[in-house]
């Protein structure tokens, strides 16, 4: 029933910026953390960055100082600001969340929960 709904991609010069969005829906009871991902044609889908409830962060070795993770928590919503873009960042990028969902005895369920997808191109 939770569904990751994804928004932002699009095409950019180098040195641009995107936003991309991620907005979770339906029965939340909390979201304990919430992580961006990227996957290039022939490569392995990677981690880009990580939010946590605990207000942990953490970033991909490539993206630091050039990307940033933020959530508004009443939104049930995080968001990856890309600077300074390059075309190696050119990719599908895909958010995930770990999500607790609430039982109807007072119990909560984890599950995890993948995004659509949006494409991100970097190319002058």
């Known amino acids: 029933q939770v569904q990751l709904v994804e928004s932002g991609g699009g095409l950019v010069q180098p040195g641009g910026s995107l936003r991309l969005s991620c907005a979770a829906s339906g029965s939340i009871f909390s979201i304990n953390a919430m992580t961006w991902h990227c996957q290039a044609p022939g490569k392995e889908r990677e981690l880009v960055a990580r939010?946590?409830?605990?207000?942990?962060?953490n970033y991909a070795d490539s993206v630091k100082g050039r990307f940033t993770i933020s959530r508004d928590n009443a939104k049930n919503t995080v968001y990856l600001q890309m600077n300074s873009l390059k075309p190696e960042d050119t990719a599908v990028y895909y958010c995930h969340a770990i999500i607790q969902v609430p039982t109807t005895q007072g119990l909560v369920n984890e599950n995890h929960y993948w995004g659509q997808g949006t494409q991100v191109t970097v190319s002058s």
């Open positions: 939010s946590t409830s605990g207000g942990n962060i």
